[in-house]
């Protein structure tokens, strides 16, 4: 039944996934272990459809590409997007699903300051927001990043640049590169 009624999950089984990585087996296995360690942590529904769809674009890798899986984040979307042609998903499970599946292997690489702070902002505005994201990080990574761990300190320390004390000479779009540079300065402030 799988096969024919979720065809992108079924593809995710026989795909092979470097095993220093997920010693747990392919990348079915692991989205189902994924999506067990989630539904310890939530009840939510969308976090928990996130972390079943958030390698979806493992089951599309060619064969002799595998173990690995270049590119699967790019992949993902679209075969989600397409998921949501053959039977809309709820707003909440489509826009939370893209930006895990986007966002996922980034969140524990992140070394550059100002892509953290957009990344902070981001998660912010998604719709599983921080508690979501964090469930999905945490059950596949095993742990999470400094920044999402402390993210509601570090998010006061952001939301404390405030557009009064932008410079009355800037103006337009330079006011918004003006917020993003003093957020990004208190960021490094804070995180050392």
Not at 25 to 40: K, N, W, Y
Request: hydrophobic share 40%; aromatic share 8%; with cysteine.
């Amino acid at each position: 039944m799988l096969e024919v009624l979720f065809p992108e999950i079924h593809a995710l089984i026989g795909k092979t996934q470097p095993e220093y990585f997920h010693p747990e087996g392919d990348a079915f296995e692991h989205t189902m272990e994924i999506v067990d360690l989630i539904a310890g942590m939530t009840s939510d529904l969308a976090v928990r459809f996130a972390g079943l769809v958030h390698d979806i674009g493992k089951g599309a890798t060619p064969l002799e590409m595998l173990p690995h899986h270049y590119g699967h984040e790019r992949i993902g979307e679209n075969i989600l997007l397409k998921w949501n042609e053959r039977m809309t998903l709820p707003k909440k499970w489509l826009q939370g699903g893209l930006f895990v599946i986007k966002e996922h292997m980034r969140a524990g690489r992140l070394k550059k300051i100002s892509k953290i702070v957009d990344l902070l902002l981001d998660v912010e505005k998604n719709p599983l927001g921080f508690e979501g994201f964090n469930c999905v990080i945490l059950a596949d990574s095993k742990g999470l990043p400094y920044y999402l761990a402390d993210y509601k300190s570090y998010l006061k320390k952001l939301h404390d640049v405030s557009i009064k004390d932008c410079p009355k000479d800037i103006k337009g779009k330079k006011i918004g590169d003006w917020i993003r540079q003093q957020r990004i300065k208190v960021f490094s402030q804070e995180a050392e």
